[in-house]
């Protein structure tokens, strides 16, 4: 017993953040070269509580690999203006962030974005109290990236589940940001139920680097649970 305890308490507080670690890097050295293969600017900050690496590795991979028509953002930062960048003329990115001031300093910065400021307001979602952006337009998505508002304890940024279960069951790909979190895990466990009752087909699977990031894929996007 005493030596499983210590095994956890090592493996949890040395040996896994060392491996996320070198695993950051490895994204790190691949978001470079996508950076340096689009001729695009590297100046990102994946820093602090913005986009990681492996996040922004994810995101650069389903845009250049996938033709998407719609892509909703839920927070905005990095991945934000990564999208910007370098999405297709073609695909529409709408983007909602609650914080006026991040808004206006992010705002002059994108180009190709529609990107939208909205307050929050508290929600009741399945009996479950939530604050969620109060002007959202419930439209079908292809990627929906969920990054925002800031996270909580419990059922962690759970609105999305609106856009989810309103979306007419066509293929799509859904990334949650932070999935390491008990509060983010709640809300994925509440998402795959509401897929199970529409009778979505479809793939979960897990990005590890300093963050983590699950990946829900249908259809002929199931290909992004090999990323």
Known sequence: MIKDRVKSFLSWNIVDPIVHNLKEIVYQNIFN????????????????DAANYSLLYLV????????LETIIELGSGQTTL?????KRTTTNHICYEDDHHWFKLLEP????????????????????????YAHVEYED????????PRGVERFSRLGCCELISRSTGGEFIIVFDDSER??????????????????????ISQLRGNKEQTVISTGRYSSVRYF
């Open 141 to 148: 998505f292809d990627f929906l990236l969920i990054d925002g």
């Open 82 to 86: 990564l999208i910007d960048r370098i």
């Open 182 to 203: 008990r509060g983010e895990q709640d809300t994925i466990a509440h998402v795959c139920g509401i897929l199970n009752r529409k009778g979505s087909k479809f793939k």
């Open 60 to 67: 650069f991979r389903i845009l250049k690999e996938n033709e």
């Open 109 to 132: 910065k994108l180009q190709n974005t529609d990107y939208r400021y909205t307050e929050l307001s508290n929600y009741i979602i399945d009996d479950i109290s939530c604050d969620w």
């Open 33 to 48: 070269n996508q950076c340096l293969n689009a001729g695009i600017s590297n100046d990102f900050y994946p820093v602090g």
